[in-house]
C-alpha cells in the first residue's frame, strides 16, 4: 500500500529543491500533486511531467507566496483539479545571506513577506479548503534547523523560520478540532539554491560536513520521505510536532 494513495497534495515551491523531491515522492506514494511556483517555469513543467509519467495527475500554478491572492487560487486550483484537497506542504522559503549591522530594510521586508506571511497565507487558505470539505486533512511546513539555532548572516531568516514551527504548533490546536494535523520538519545543510552560492567556497563546504554525524551535507530527496511520512496516515496521531532532518548536526555540540 502506498502511504498516500488517492491524496491530493498541494506544494508551494514545487519546481526545485525541496518542494520537487517531495512532489515527486508523492507521486511516487499514490498522490495527484499540485506545485505552486514562481518564475521557474521550465523547472515546474518538467516536474508536473515526471509525476504525470508515474501516472498521477498534476498541475502546476505560478505566483508569489507573499501575495495572499496566490493562496486562494492555489487551494482552488486544486480543488478544481483534483475534487479536494488532503495534504499542504508550505515549502516555499528564501535565504538572500546579508550581515545584520547594514541588512537592507528591503532584503528584511521581502524575507518576512515570503517565509512568514507566505506560509500564513497559504496554510490558512488549504486549512478554509479542508474544513469546507469535512474529512480532515495534513499540513507540512517547512521550517528549518534555523528556528532552533543563529545565523550571522541569517538574522532575517531564522526568525521566519521559528516563525514557521510556532505556526504549525498553533494551528494544530486551532484545527484539531476539524482533523487536521499540523507539523513542520526542520532540514539541517540541505544542497539547494538557497545555499548555493554560499556553499561554492569549498573550505566552508567541508566545515559545515565536517559538523554532520552522518558525514555529508543533506540532499533535497532527504526531507521528502519525513514529509511523505508525517503527511500520511501512518502518522495520524502526530500534531504539534517538529522533525528534525539535518543529519545529526544539532546534537554534535561537543
Do not use: W
Not at 532584503?107 to 507566505?118: A, D, P, S
Amino acid at each position: 500500500m502506498k502511504l498516500l494513495e488517492g491524496k491530493a497534495v498541494l506544494i508551494t515551491g514545487g519546481s526545485t529543491g525541496i518542494g520537487r523531491a517531495t512532489a515527486i515522492e508523492a507521486a511516487r506514494q499514490g498522490a495527484d500533486v499540485g506545485i505552486n511556483f514562481l518564475g521557474s517555469r521550465a523547472e515546474a513543467q518538467t516536474c508536473v511531467a515526471e509525476i504525470e509519467a508515474l501516472g498521477r495527475r498534476a498541475f502546476h500554478l505560478e505566483g508569489d507566496v507573499a501575495d495572499v491572492a496566490t493562496a486562494a487560487a492555489f487551494a482552488a486550483r486544486g480543488a478544481e483539479a483534483f475534487g479536494k484537497v488532503d495534504v499542504f506542504v508550505s515549502n516555499a522559503g528564501i535565504c538572500p545571506f546579508h550581515a545584520f549591522l547594514d541588512m537592507p530594510v528591503e532584503t528584511l521586508e521581502r524575507t518576512l513577506q515570503v517565509n512568514l506571511h507566505g506560509a500564513y497565507f497559504m496554510v490558512q487558505a488549504a486549512a478554509r479548503q479542508m474544513v469546507a470539505q469535512g474529512h480532515g486533512g495534513a499540513i507540512v511546513a517547512v521550517s528549518s534547523i534555523s528556528a532552533l539555532v543563529g545565523g550571522e548572516f541569517q538574522t532575517h531568516y531564522t526568525p521566519t523560520k521559528a516563525g514557521v514551527h510556532s505556526l504549525m504548533q498553533s494551528t494544530a490546536i486551532a484545527l484539531g478540532r476539524h482533523g487536521i494535523r499540523c507539523n513542520s520538519v526542520l532540514p539541517g545543510t540541505i544542497l539547494t539554491e538557497i545555499n548555493r552560492d554560499d556553499l561554492a567556497d569549498a573550505a566552508k563546504r567541508e566545515r559545515m560536513e565536517a559538523r554532520v554525524p552522518l558525514g555529508r551535507l543533506g540532499q533535497p530527496e532527504d526531507l521528502a520521505g519525513p514529509i511523505v511520512f508525517l503527511a500520511s496516515d501512518m502518522a495520524r496521531y502526530v500534531t504539534g510536532a517538529a522533525l528534525l532532518v539535518d543529519g545529526g548536526a544539532f546534537v554534535n555540540l561537543q
